[in-house]
């Protein structure tokens, strides 16, 4: 695979392989693009990282742990299209299908089931949340040129976040806003993928934000 259309369909088709986002990410070096090989490459040293940390904590005492806790993130902040600041104030990961996935779920069947995830959400927080439409993976079967129809999957892990500015979105006599936004990414934890990210920053804050005040 030696263009860049070609490595961006193999992540498209298979994201969690790891061989072909490390010869994608020597492919930009040798292309002059250094900041975007680095990127990807940090990108599997955090997943690398997650996965040891998690195997580690296994294994060690659980008031050990409670003890010395986790270092406190730094707040996120996100700049708008439109210019607005914007900060991470809640965040709720989870795995989409649980544990593990018994063969390979109907199209239909996600479609039910991300919207069953925006009602439980939007009955929890009493308003409509955003919801950033997922793409589904085309499920194989044997070879990446025959593909199962109707059966795909879901990015792995579902994000629920809220998103609070120091700005109404409609009310004047209102000192805040807010959106609790729905996404799907294929890794736990922080940083937001970054495709996630240039669709919040897109987002109509003054149509869909909620105004509050204490």
Known sequence: MNDEAGFLQAIADQPGERVTRLAYADWLEENGRSQEAEFLKAQLQ?????ARLIALGGKLDTKWLAGIGN???????L??????????????????????????PRITDNDRRVD???TAEQERIGRAPYLIHPRQRPVESGSP????????????????ATFTSFKPARDEDLVYSELDIIWFQYFPALPIDPGVREQIRAIDWNQHAHDFDW
Not at 46 to 50: D, G, K, L, Y
Not at 71 to 77: I, L
């Open 79 to 104: 700049t708008l299209n439109s210019g607005r600041e914007i900060e991470l104030t809640g965040l709720n990961q989870r795995p989409v299908y649980g544990h593990f996935t018994l063969g390979a």
């Open 116 to 118: 069953n995830l925006v």
């Open 145 to 160: 040129d025959r593909l199962i129809q109707g059966r795909a999957l879901l990015p792995g892990i579902v994000c629920v």
């Open 46 to 50: 955090i997943e690398e990282m997650s």
């Open 71 to 77: 270092p406190a993130p730094e707040q996120m902040s």
